[in-house]
């Protein structure tokens, strides 16, 4: 089975533009979870899909959103980006029946 | 979310077993303790998962005590590649709400 997929891998953008990340699950997961990872922050939950309807939000500001389409694939979009928003943001996919998830290599965003 | 409490970093030598604890003292009674591991840019990958007493697969043996407010994973004989940080985290079964916390960063030394 093919892993999570993650795209793209590396992106560099402005502050004040708006980012768009996607992210494919192994197939027959249907829940995708997103998590930012910074050094100060460590690893931060930001939102959880499962069959399309977001299940769990973390706390992080309306600028983060996301959705996830009939085929699970997911995205994850930030608008307005901040320095701060830099970071390697993790999608995990799993079954949603256990605790244990799928992560893919991630995307690192640099915000100049 | 139950917060957990591991120590920072710790290094170990090769070939050694190598015993990461975690505490856990306001687990819920329906909290599973699970394990993650995750190498420099890349995801972390799970480990093992438990509820109570002892669990072992191919990689990692968990270790619950009867109260549950602390776990302990065993790694026999790591390798060089054993080099990683090592996350526990609580979660009733199901919620992908994982809550990492700042993990423990193992080191093997030659």
């Known amino acids: 089975k093919a892993g999570v997929t993650q795209t793209p891998r590396y992106l560099i953008k402005t502050r004040g533009q708006q980012v768009t990340l996607s992210c494919s699950p192994i197939s027959g997961h249907r829940s995708v979870s997103w998590y930012q990872q910074t050094p100060g922050q460590g690893l931060q939950f930001l939102f959880e899909y499962f069959s399309e309807t977001q299940r769990n939000k973390g706390n992080f500001p309306g600028r983060f959103s996301g959705r996830q389409f009939s085929n699970s694939r997911s995205e994850m979009n930030v608008s307005t980006l901040e320095l701060g928003d830099s970071a390697l943001y993790l999608c995990?996919?799993?079954?949603?029946?256990?605790?244990?998830?799928?992560f893919g290599p991630g995307t690192r965003l640099t915000v100049l | 979310l139950a917060k957990t409490t591991q120590p920072i970093s710790m290094d170990s030598y090769e070939g050694q077993e190598v015993n990461i604890t975690c505490s856990h003292n306001n687990i819920a009674t329906n909290d599973y303790i699970t394990w993650y591991q995750q190498f420099p840019s890349q995801g972390p990958r799970f480990i093992i998962q438990g509820y109570k007493t002892k669990v072992t697969n191919e990689v990692a043996s968990l270790f619950i005590p009867a109260d549950r407010k602390s776990s302990t994973l065993s790694l026999p004989r790591v390798s060089l590649s054993d080099t990683a940080v090592y996350y526990c985290l609580v979660g009733s079964y199901g919620n992908n709400r994982l809550a990492f916390g700042k993990g423990n960063q193992v080191v093997v030394i030659p």
């Open positions: 995990a996919s799993s079954q949603g029946t256990s605790n244990e998830q799928f």
